[in-house]
Structure formats: structure tokens, C-alpha cells
């Protein structure tokens, strides 16, 4: 286990809004979750993968972090498995299924997520989600603080939901993919692709945190928020994109703040025009 006081939090969060906890611990091993856990029983920890998906609301936070990332990314592959533990990012998994020629994460190579977080969150694009290969994964159960394993059909997998969001104190340690094999060249072509066409649509010259809002039934967010003029629209430091309506980007220094005020502007906004909510998909720290 690795420990450091007074990290900074900028780089480990995609917004990169600057923010500071007092200790943080990077785990290299399940057992490092466990005795971490152990020791410090009655400290409230926040566990921060990517940081990909989330909004860092404070600029301090006195509680202590779990950063789950490079120290605790290793994998395996077994034919068409991929065993790989949890902090991985979801983009090296994609190059990991590619030199093995796998298909199926294509998708996901211009995702930014960890694995850990994928699963959480069930995260896909173009039809295709990470539930679709997910065979099993390992994870600790914080009410007795053992390691258990859970199946795809226990997964409860929705869109952008799964057992993992709705039970929190379940944290994933470790996760098998089933892939099908594929042609090199045809997988490398459709990763490249699938780049471009995000790249020409989505804000990647400014910080952002993906697509803040989940789809609502019937109606597409980017869409209602461009109608209603807000393209550009800013509190503070944030921005609705001019690119892409649904997205926020941190153009100019913002907090924490900045991108939640700018969020229930957005929402108050919609709702009033479409009777619509809109309901956030990124986690709010």
C-alpha cells in the first residue's frame, strides 16, 4: 500500500478541477483493500477510480482517498478471457484485446473509464455495453469485509446501472471479460473509427467529464440544450461546449461549483421548457 498526505486531486479527476485530500491510499493488492479497511474502521474513505466520471465538488476534502488506478492494474489472458484487476483503464484493455486479436471493446478505446468504474456504471456507446462480455468479478464486501465473487446474472446490469451503483459498500477488485476472436485489421479499423468520429463530434481540447446527463426516454439531452440556446452558456470557469451541447467543459479555472450550478441551470431550464429531468450520469463527489 501506498500512502500520501495532502495529494493533490487535479490529475485524478477528468475536469481537472483542482482539489486536495489529506491522505491518500493506492492499493497494489486485494489484500491492501482488506487491511486498509481494517485499520481505519471508522474512517470515512472515498473511492476514486479514473476519476473519468465524476465532479469533485470541494476544493479540500478531509476524508481519506482510495485512489484505484495504475498501482492496482494488472490482467491476464486466457484465450478469449481477459482477467484483469480493477484500476486498468478501459483504453489499454481495448490495446490489450487488439494484440491478442480479440473483438468486442473497439468500442471502448476512446472511452475514457477504468474498468472498475466501466462495470459500475455498465458504460458503453454505439449499442454496445460492458455487460455485454462481462462473465464475472471479485469484490469486497465492506459489512464483513470479504472477498466474493458475483455472476452476470447477479450483476443486475442496466443502462448506466448495475449492483455495484446501487450498493456502494461493494468494491470491485477484480473482473472477467469473454471476447470472441477477430480479425486484427478489421478491429484495429473499427477502434480508429470509432476514434475519429468522437473526436469530430465530442470537446476534447477543453477538460470534461464525458456526457453529463443520461438519456432521457424519447429525447435526446444535447439536442433540448442546443435548442434552448445554451450552447456556450457558462457559470464561472464552466461551459456548456460548443461542440457538443451535452457536454460541460472546464474552460477557464472552474470548481467545483461552477460545473453543479451550471448543471441545475441546465436542468431547471429543460424541465421548464420540455417538462423534462434530467437526471446526472457523472457522480458527484
Given at each position: 500500500?501506498?500512502?500520501?498526505?495532502?495529494?493533490?486531486?487535479?490529475?485524478?479527476?477528468?475536469?481537472?478541477?483542482?482539489?486536495?485530500?489529506?491522505?491518500?491510499?493506492?492499493?497494489?493488492?486485494?489484500?491492501?483493500?482488506?487491511?486498509?479497511?481494517?485499520?481505519?474502521?471508522?474512517?470515512?474513505?472515498?473511492i476514486?477510480?479514473?476519476?473519468?466520471?465524476?465532479?469533485l465538488?470541494?476544493q479540500?476534502?478531509?476524508?481519506?482517498?482510495?485512489?484505484?488506478?495504475?498501482?492496482?492494474?494488472?490482467?491476464?489472458v486466457?484465450?478469449?478471457?481477459?482477467?484483469?484487476?480493477a484500476?486498468?483503464?478501459?483504453k489499454k484493455?481495448?490495446?490489450?484485446?487488439?494484440a491478442?486479436?480479440?473483438?468486442?471493446?473497439?468500442?471502448?478505446?476512446?472511452?475514457?473509464?477504468?474498468?472498475?468504474?466501466?462495470?459500475?456504471?455498465?458504460?458503453?456507446?454505439?449499442?454496445?455495453?460492458?455487460?455485454?462480455?462481462?462473465?464475472?468479478?471479485?469484490?469486497?464486501?465492506?459489512?464483513?469485509?470479504?472477498?466474493?465473487?458475483?455472476?452476470?446474472?447477479?450483476?443486475?446490469f442496466?443502462?448506466?446501472?448495475?449492483?455495484?451503483?446501487?450498493?456502494?459498500?461493494?468494491?470491485?477488485?477484480?473482473?472477467?471479460?469473454k471476447?470472441?476472436?477477430?480479425?486484427?485489421v478489421?478491429i484495429?479499423?473499427?477502434?480508429?473509427?470509432i476514434?475519429?468520429?468522437?473526436?469530430?463530434?465530442?470537446?476534447?481540447?477543453?477538460?470534461?467529464a464525458?456526457?453529463?446527463f443520461?438519456?432521457?426516454?424519447?429525447?435526446?439531452?444535447?439536442?433540448?440544450?442546443?435548442?434552448?440556446?445554451?450552447?456556450?452558456?457558462?457559470?464561472?470557469?464552466?461551459?456548456?461546449?460548443?461542440?457538443?451541447?451535452?457536454?460541460?467543459?472546464?474552460?477557464?479555472?472552474?470548481?467545483?461549483?461552477?460545473?453543479?450550478?451550471?448543471?441545475?441551470?441546465?436542468?431547471?431550464?429543460?424541465?421548464?421548457?420540455?417538462?423534462?429531468n434530467?437526471?446526472?450520469?457523472?457522480?458527484?463527489?
Open positions: 500500500m501506498i500512502l500520501k498526505l495532502n495529494q493533490d486531486l487535479t490529475l485524478y479527476n477528468n475536469y481537472r478541477v483542482k482539489s486536495v485530500c489529506k491522505r491518500a491510499f493506492f492499493p497494489q493488492n486485494e489484500e491492501d483493500f482488506i487491511d486498509l479497511y481494517k485499520e481505519n474502521i471508522n474512517t470515512k474513505k472515498i476514486l477510480g479514473g476519476g473519468y466520471n465524476v465532479i465538488s470541494k479540500t476534502y478531509n476524508e481519506d482517498f482510495l485512489l484505484i488506478g495504475e498501482t492496482f492494474s494488472k490482467y491476464n486466457v484465450d478469449n478471457i481477459i482477467e484483469a484487476q484500476g486498468i483503464e478501459m484493455m481495448s490495446e490489450i484485446a487488439l491478442h486479436n480479440l473483438s468486442g471493446l473497439e468500442v471502448f478505446y476512446d472511452i475514457p473509464s477504468s474498468l472498475g468504474g466501466a462495470i459500475v456504471m455498465n458504460a458503453g456507446a454505439s449499442g454496445s455495453e460492458i455487460k455485454d462480455h462481462f462473465l464475472k468479478a471479485r469484490y469486497l464486501d465492506l459489512d464483513d469485509l470479504k472477498i466474493k465473487e458475483i455472476s452476470k446474472e447477479e450483476a443486475s442496466e443502462y448506466r446501472n448495475s449492483f455495484f451503483q446501487k450498493n456502494t459498500n461493494k468494491i470491485v477488485l477484480k473482473v472477467w471479460l471476447l470472441a476472436a477477430g480479425d486484427p478489421l484495429k479499423s473499427k477502434m480508429d473509427e476514434k475519429t468520429s468522437r473526436w469530430a463530434k465530442q470537446p476534447k481540447d477543453y477538460p470534461n464525458g456526457s453529463v443520461k438519456r432521457p426516454d424519447g429525447f435526446y439531452v444535447g439536442t433540448m440544450i442546443e435548442e434552448l440556446g445554451l450552447k456556450g452558456f457558462s457559470v464561472g470557469g464552466a461551459q456548456v461546449s460548443r461542440k457538443h451541447a451535452g457536454f460541460i467543459i472546464n474552460y477557464n479555472n472552474a470548481t467545483g461549483d461552477d460545473i453543479l450550478n451550471l448543471i441545475e441551470e441546465i436542468q431547471n431550464r429543460v424541465y421548464k421548457a420540455y417538462n423534462v434530467l437526471e446526472v450520469e457523472q457522480r458527484i463527489i
